[in-house]
């Protein structure tokens, strides 16, 4: 009887144990599910607002999942979100990360390998290929050869547009009468009082705030003016519903300005799912420097493509600009439309082939027979690079990567030549103030051939002169006062 009841009990003990074991065994396999079902559902939640293009709520979405399981597919999809949006740095510890996985491929290593330029320098390429078993050869989209070549030394030095640039987002530049500047920032606070990379006015826009942009969180784009005096204003427009407001031109001719607006259609009758894209709008600009008396381009159409970047050339008095319209080559195109005195504007004309890719071209403008724009699509540093092809007998020809210092592995657009022949562009590249920064050009020397004359016309032996009025010349100096500038003027030829 004891040795039955010393049976039955642990029996009765092994049944309950057993039972107990089976029910936490359940209750873990409910916990998996469980919290399975809510990394699906996070990571559907990133999907759709990555597919909305609000990559900055993608972003913070795919972390979550991340951090709740560990996935090669979610390491990618965050890298990914992250360069929408411009945040490099992270980005390229996330394709770090997913190269580290087995399932990782050759793309996954591309990406890394771009991920890494857009934060180091080219130099360092060869050690990031050796690492990972590979020689240049085996990435002939990167065009690692060509770039090097690009990167030849130039006598351009550049410099921040210090009295303009912020902290924020400072984009393009046009010079307005009376010595005003326009251009366009995203400065202000920002959602979660973090700094939040900028983004493109390239694509749709979602509305779901009328506070800041889902995209990164950030304010709405403004154009702002500096005047002669250097006080920065912004510069309100007549449109209702505006959100961002971007790429200022000043058509000098007509006293008018062209800019690029997202404008909020916000219902529509039988549709639920509203996108709202980019369009071209001109007005005046009046004495208290707001925008007035606003008309839309003939061609805008906000519910089904964007248009922007509009740039006039007023000696073939064409409207050019950007545009992901139906018919293009891919993504966005750079197009023209002729317009007459009334503003009557034609069918656009695509610029073709020659400057157009499958992927997207931008930031149009014209100067001494040439035109220059940005591109994703053609062979560069990475990001957005600045080009430039000549314009003969109406036609392209020639394109050409600008080289550095024009363009970096980041990107680099929105290239424009003042009146005064200084050169202009925008840049998110390291090291600025901002996230995008206003830079400007100027060459470091030129290549001089310096001939001194007495009065006989012999050439000088006066080597001291001939150096102290080179040095005059090239920058810019007050001259010794032993040389007078009438001398500099009659005995100096300068043969470039």
């Given at each position: 009887?004891?040795k039955?009841?010393?049976?039955?009990?642990?029996?009765?003990?092994?049944?309950?144990?057993?039972?107990?074991?089976?029910?936490?065994?359940?209750?873990?396999?409910?916990?998996?599910?469980?919290?399975?079902?809510?990394?699906?559902?996070?990571?559907?939640?990133?999907?759709?607002?990555?597919?909305?293009?609000?990559?900055?709520?993608?972003?913070n979405?795919?972390k979550?999942?991340?951090?709740?399981?560990e996935?090669?597919?979610?390491?990618?999809?965050?890298?990914?979100?992250?360069?929408?949006?411009?945040?490099?740095?992270?980005?390229?510890?996330?394709?770090?990360?997913a190269?580290?996985?087995?399932?990782?491929?050759?793309?996954?290593?591309?990406?890394?390998?771009?991920?890494?330029?857009?934060?180091?320098?080219?130099?360092?390429?060869?050690t990031?290929?050796?690492?990972?078993?590979?020689?240049?050869?085996?990435?002939p989209?990167?065009?690692?050869?060509?770039?090097?070549?690009?990167?030849?030394?130039?006598?351009?030095?550049?410099?921040?547009?210090?009295?303009?640039n912020?902290?924020?987002s400072?984009?393009?530049?046009?010079?307005?009468?009376?010595?005003?500047?326009?251009?366009?920032?995203?400065?202000?606070?920002?959602?979660?009082?973090?700094?939040?990379?900028?983004?493109?006015?390239?694509?749709?826009?979602?509305?779901?705030?009328?506070?800041?942009?889902?995209?990164?969180?950030?304010?709405?784009?403004?154009?702002?003016?500096?005047?002669?005096?250097?006080?920065?204003?912004?510069?309100?427009?007549?449109?209702?519903?505006?959100?961002?407001?971007?790429?200022?031109?000043?058509?000098?001719?007509?006293?008018?300005?062209?800019?690029?607006a997202?404008v909020?259609?916000?219902?529509?009758?039988g549709?639920?799912?509203?996108?709202?894209?980019?369009g071209?709008?001109?007005?005046?600009?009046d004495?208290?420097?707001?925008?007035?008396?606003s008309?839309?381009?003939?061609?805008?159409?906000?519910?089904?493509?964007?248009?922007?970047n509009?740039?006039?050339?007023?000696?073939?008095?064409?409207?050019?600009?950007?545009?992901?319209?139906?018919?293009?080559?891919?993504g966005?195109?750079l197009?023209?439309?002729a317009?007459?005195?009334?503003?009557?504007?034609?069918?656009?004309?695509?610029?073709?082939?020659?400057?157009?890719?499958?992927?997207?071209?931008?930031?149009?403008?014209?100067?001494?027979?040439?035109?220059?724009?940005?591109?994703?699509?053609?062979?560069?540093?990475?990001?957005?690079?600045?080009?430039?092809?000549?314009?003969v007998?109406?036609?392209?020809?020639n394109?050409?990567?600008?080289?550095?210092?024009?363009?970096?592995?980041?990107?680099?657009?929105?290239?424009?030549?003042?009146?005064?022949g200084k050169?202009?562009?925008?840049?998110d590249?390291?090291?600025?103030?901002?996230?995008?920064?206003?830079?400007?050009?100027?060459?470091?020397?030129?290549?001089?051939?310096?001939?001194?004359?007495?009065?006989?016309?012999?050439?000088?032996?006066?080597?001291?002169?001939t150096?102290?009025?080179?040095?005059?010349?090239?920058?810019?100096?007050?001259?010794?006062?032993?040389?007078?500038?009438?001398?500099?003027?009659?005995?100096?030829?300068?043969?470039?």
């Amino acid at each position: 009887m004891i040795k039955f009841g010393l049976f039955k009990s642990f029996i009765f003990h092994s049944g309950r144990k057993a039972i107990t074991l089976f029910a936490l065994s359940l209750l873990c396999l409910l916990f998996i599910q469980i919290d399975s079902q809510a990394q699906s559902a996070i990571l559907r939640y990133a999907d759709t607002q990555f597919n909305l293009e609000n990559y900055y709520k993608a972003a913070n979405a795919y972390k979550k999942a991340y951090n709740k399981k560990e996935k090669y597919e979610t390491a990618v999809k965050l890298a990914n979100t992250l360069e929408k949006f411009g945040s490099y740095d992270e980005a390229y510890e996330w394709r770090k990360k997913a190269i580290a996985y087995s399932e990782s491929t050759k793309q996954d290593y591309q990406d890394y390998l771009i991920a890494a330029l857009k934060i180091h320098n080219w130099e360092e390429i060869d050690t990031l290929l050796e690492k990972g078993g590979y020689v240049s050869a085996d990435f002939p989209e990167l065009n690692i050869d060509g770039i090097r070549k690009l990167h030849k030394k130039s006598n351009l030095k550049l410099a921040s547009l210090e009295e303009i640039n912020s902290d924020a987002s400072e984009l393009g530049i046009t010079f307005e009468k009376n010595g005003h500047l326009l251009f366009s920032s995203d400065r202000g606070p920002v959602g979660n009082s973090q700094s939040i990379p900028t983004f493109r006015l390239d694509a749709k826009n979602e509305i779901f705030s009328q506070e800041k942009s889902n995209y990164n969180e950030r304010e709405f784009y403004k154009i702002y003016r500096k005047n002669a005096e250097g006080e920065v204003a912004a510069v309100n427009t007549d449109l209702k519903n505006v959100f961002h407001v971007s790429d200022p031109h000043y058509f000098s001719e007509k006293d008018i300005i062209f800019y690029t607006a997202f404008v909020a259609k916000t219902k529509v009758k039988g549709s639920k799912n509203i996108v709202n894209h980019a369009g071209i709008y001109f007005g005046k600009i009046d004495d208290s420097g707001n925008i007035t008396n606003s008309k839309p381009f003939k061609y805008n159409d906000h519910l089904s493509y964007g248009v922007m970047n509009p740039f006039v050339d007023k000696s073939s008095k064409r409207l050019y600009f950007a545009s992901d319209m139906p018919g293009g080559h891919g993504g966005f195109d750079l197009y023209y439309s002729a317009f007459d005195d009334n503003f009557n504007f034609s069918k656009p004309v695509n610029l073709g082939p020659i400057i157009n890719t499958p992927h997207s071209e931008s930031h149009p403008f014209i100067h001494d027979n040439q035109l220059f724009f940005s591109s994703r699509g053609h062979v560069g540093f990475g990001g957005m690079d600045i080009f430039a092809a000549d314009i003969v007998n109406g036609r392209v020809d020639n394109l050409r990567n600008m080289g550095a210092p024009y363009n970096s592995t980041r990107d680099d657009f929105f290239f424009v030549v003042a009146e005064n022949g200084k050169r202009y562009f925008t840049s998110d590249r390291k090291d600025g103030m901002g996230l995008d920064d206003i830079y400007t050009l100027r060459e470091m020397f030129k290549v001089l051939k310096v001939t001194v004359e007495d009065c006989m016309e012999n050439p000088s032996r006066n080597l001291n002169l001939t150096l102290w009025i080179t040095w005059a010349i090239l920058f810019k100096q007050n001259l010794p006062r032993k040389v007078s500038y009438m001398q500099a003027w009659i005995l100096i030829q300068i043969i470039a």
